[in-house]
Nanobody, 120 residues
């Protein structure tokens, strides 16, 4: 089995910064993509940022230029650096990892979610 452990959420003032981390461990053959999603109350879960095994990245238009997704040197950890935070960034942030657990079995895994609140 695969476990994802998230950390780094919290309360921050508008204009502030936070860094989220997500570490994947367990039966990992290879990782294809790592991503961050978020879900605000009453809204659907939305993709915030994604990074491929080759290092390609893509961002939601609402966070471009403010958020940066990256992977750790171990390639099993993904980070989301969030700068210039706005109240509308308030949400539960979820880590998502798409990976092969064996050479043939590809699956999606989700973290437990971490609350980010942007408020003065």
């Amino acid at each position: 089995q695969v476990q994802l452990v998230e950390s780094g959420g919290g309360l921050v003032q508008p204009g502030g910064s936070l860094r989220l981390s997500c570490a994947a461990s367990g039966s990992i053959f290879s990782i294809t993509t790592m991503a961050w999603y978020r879900q605000a109350p009453g809204n659907q879960r939305e993709l915030v940022a994604i990074i491929t095994s080759g290092g390609l990245t893509n961002y939601a238009d609402t966070v471009k230029g403010r958020f940066t997704i990256s992977r750790g040197n171990d390639k099993n950890t993904v980070y989301l650096q969030m700068n210039s935070l706005k109240p509308e960034d308030t949400a539960v942030y979820y880590c998502n990892v798409n990976l092969y657990v064996t050479i043939l079995q590809r699956r999606d895994f989700w973290g437990q979610g971490t609350q980010v609140t942007v408020s003065s």
